[in-house]
Nanobody, 114 residues
């Protein structure tokens, strides 16, 4: 089992920055990928950014050049979000995958005002 806890989020003006952090505990040795998803009410959850155990990163086209993952230790993953836009407003979820099982944090709200 893996537990994921997010920190960060909040309200920011368009053009501003926020940093989300996710801390993993439990059987983190089995984690082979981790990252972030986001969801707007009434829409499907979408992948934002992820990193695999060999360091490969994937970013959604909508955030490339603005968001970046910081992987200081395998039990943490940070999402640095710059040049935020109102359309980035969503609940952001930390995500991890281990032995074919997906794990989710409880989510943290990011609101970008115009």
């Amino acid at each position: 089992q893996v537990q994921l806890v997010e920190h960060g989020g909040g309200l920011v003006q368009a053009g501003g920055s926020l940093r989300l952090s996710c801390f993993a505990s439990g059987n983190i040795e089995g984690l082979n990928s981790k990252g972030w998803y986001r969801q707007i009410p009434g829409k499907q959850r979408e992948a934002v950014a992820s990193i695999t155990s060999d360091g490969a990163t994937i970013y959604a086209d909508s955030v490339k050049g603005r968001f970046s993952l910081e992987n200081s230790a395998w039990n943490t993953v940070h999402l640095q979000m710059n040049s935020l836009k109102p359309e980035d407003t969503a609940t952001y979820y930390c995500h991890g995958k281990a032995h074919g099982t997906e794990y989710w944090g409880s989510g943290t709200q990011v609101t970008v005002s115009s």
